[in-house]
């Protein structure tokens, strides 16, 4: 058995996704090699956490947060950015991804996971509903998710989702090879694959 302060450490790296026991047992003893002020510093960053960073009540990114008046994040707030394109992305990591290729003007919308359905009870988790109420007749819907089975279970029910809300719905063009993702995809690939949307 560890020493009581490493078991909590470790119930605590556990509850991180795909970190199991042993990860987790790695983590807590690493700590232990960490100088006192490193480990200050990162319990002070994990303890402010949530002070910082927002949550974009339109569009669910994450983002830097430098007074609680603020509600948008840095895309939705810029009045250059065309808010009838609405990119849908499973994460904030896919945004990024497309926002790095400098290709696109619109805004983002983070779902946060893809749609089961198999697991009806999962899909509240995700936001759909803050989705739809942002569509109007004029907006185009880009649906940039991964051209892997889920990311197509997920085109598939959008697009009945969606239905009837606006004029245009496109998805990526399928330029990145079948099974790969978006966090992964080269520049120029993202590039190809928005512009020859459909
Ligand atoms: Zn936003």
């Excluded at 950015?81 to 904030?92: A, E, L, Q, T």
């Excluded at 696109?104 to 803050?130: A, M, P, Q, T």
């Amino acid at each position: 058995m560890f020493p009581a302060p490493i078991q909590k450490l470790i119930s605590h790296f556990q509850k991180l996704p795909g970190i199991g026991p042993r990860q987790a047992a790695k983590f807590a003893m690493r700590l232990t090699k960490m100088t006192d002020s490193e480990l200050k510093f990162m319990a002070q960053d994990i303890s402010t956490l949530k002070s910082f960073v927002g949550e974009c009540k339109e569009c669910f990114m994450l983002f830097d947060k430098p007074n609680s008046g603020i509600l948008l994040c840095q895309f939705c707030r810029n009045p250059e950015r065309d808010k009838n394109k609405i990119c849908v992305v499973v994460n904030d990591n896919d945004a990024l991804s497309i926002e790095k290729t400098k290709n696109f003007d619109g805004v983002y919308h983070v779902l946060g996971g893809h749609v089961s359905l198999l697991d009806k009870e999962e899909n509240r988790n995700l936001n759909l509903i803050g989705l739809k109420n942002r569509i109007k007749k004029e907006t185009e819907v880009i649906l940039a998710l991964n051209a892997n089975a889920e990311g197509q279970a997920t085109i598939m029910y959008l697009e009945k989702f969606l239905e009837g809300l606006n004029h245009k719905t496109s998805r990526l063009a399928q330029g990145m090879s079948t099974g790969s993702e978006i966090e992964y995809a080269d520049d120029q690939t993202l590039i190809n694959a928005l512009k020859h949307r459909r």
